[in-house]
């Protein structure tokens, strides 16, 4: 049974910084691709980041590029998302996704296990 748990969601103000955890257990972690996505209230869920098994390649939204970094550590199965100069519209619940199937790393189709996610809430 894989688990993915996040966590370090909170309430920042806007240009502040903050750093989600993804803690996975269940299957081999190191080989799975990671990613990270957010819904946002009344909003379909979209594709944040992702990282390769190895970490040697990494994707972003256009929307968070050159502000939020995505690492991983498989030693410790865990997988982060560093998030700064942040802003209001990034408010949203952010959930990690560990991806099982080939293609592309921005559909959530690619993914099969998903954490319950962490409420990020940006001030103004």
């Known amino acids: 049974q894989v688990q993915l748990v996040e966590s370090g969601g909170g309430l920042v103000q806007a240009g502040g910084s903050l750093r989600l955890s993804c803690a996975a257990s269940?299957?081999?972690?190191?080989?799975?691709?990671m990613g990270w996505f957010r819904q946002a209230p009344g909003k379909e869920r979209e594709f944040v980041a992702a990282?390769?098994?190895?970490?040697?390649?990494?994707y972003y939204a256009d929307s968070v590029k050159a502000r939020f970094t995505i690492s991983r550590d498989n030693y410790n199965n865990t997988v982060y998302l560093q998030m700064n100069s942040l802003k209001p519209e990034d408010t949203a619940v952010y959930s990690c996704?560990?991806?099982?199937?080939?293609?592309?790393?921005?559909?959530?189709?690619?993914?099969?296990?998903w954490g319950q996610g962490t409420q990020v809430t940006v001030s103004s």
């Open positions: 996704a560990q991806k099982r199937y080939s293609g592309s790393y921005y559909y959530t189709a690619r993914y099969d296990y």
């Open positions: 269940g299957r081999t972690f190191s080989s799975y691709a």
């Open positions: 990282i390769s098994w190895s970490g040697s390649s990494t």
